[in-house]
């Protein structure tokens, strides 16, 4: 089946450094999700990206999906406490009528003060 | 509020005990989902359904059951729980996959002893 690889599963910065997990897939996508989750809470839709080669940016948050819509990848600058929490990337196939949306293992953010 | 919204919260139980978890959304939305949760593994799909009577395994399916008799409510039922389905499960909707995010209710800590 379908496998989303992320890397790297844990990361710890200080305030003001940036940050960036990277997300692979082991099939072509039909689109990606990130996502996020802080401690003790539940995931929450970032933002979606479809075509090949996309850049969207939210504030401080830049997402890249590859040319080939296989890998995908989500950069923090300057990280701030707000940020802690962990992102998750989610890939979706379409196959037929039948869609899955797989998700990464996610990685984890701690921003030290 | 546009919400999901999944009971109970929390839930020990011991082997063997049939249980059910309810999900329900008021958004309308076509698509419903669960995932488990579980440290290092992030979040893995066990059923999903893509409208009403609609219903197709996901990754993780042996020992769940869901069905969908109504476009708000998706239910997951264990009928014999074991200790290793003890984990954090989240049920999930959207409008229709590939259009915009997923919502996903608070989850359901579950403990099977």
């Known amino acids: 089946g379908q496998q989303v690889m992320q890397i790297p599963q844990y990361q710890h910065v200080q305030e003001g450094e940036d940050f960036t997990t990277y997300c692979n897939s082991s099939t072509t996508l039909s689109n990606i999700q990130w996502y996020k989750q802080r401690p003790g809470g539940h995931p929450v839709f970032l933002i979606q990206l479809v075509k090949s080669g996309e850049v969207k940016k939210q504030k401080r948050l830049t997402f890249q999906f590859g040319e080939a819509k296989k890998n995908s990848s989500l950069h923090i600058t300057a990280t701030q406490t707000t940020d802690v929490g962990t992102y998750f990337c989610a890939g979706l196939t379409a196959a037929g009528s039948a869609r899955q949306l797989t998700f990464g293992s996610g990685t984890q953010l701690t921003v030290l003060p | 509020e546009a919400q999901v919204t999944q009971n109970p919260r929390y839930l020990i139980t011991v082997t063997g005990k049939k249980l059910t978890v309810t999900c329900s959304q008021n958004?309308?939305?076509?698509?419903m989902s669960w995932y488990r949760q579980d440290p290092g593994l992030g979040l893995r799909q066990i059923y999903y359904s893509m409208n009403v009577e609609v219903t197709d395994k996901g990754d993780v399916p042996e020992g769940y059951k869901v069905s969908r008799k109504e476009k708000r409510n998706f239910p997951l039922i264990l009928e014999s729980p074991s200790p290793n389905q003890t984990s954090l499960y989240f049920c999930?909707?959207?409008?229709?996959?590939?259009?915009?995010?997923?919502?996903f209710g608070s989850g359901t800590r579950l403990t099977v002893v």
């Open positions: 999930a909707s959207s409008p229709r996959t590939g259009i915009s995010g997923y919502t």
């Open positions: 958004m309308n939305h076509e698509y």
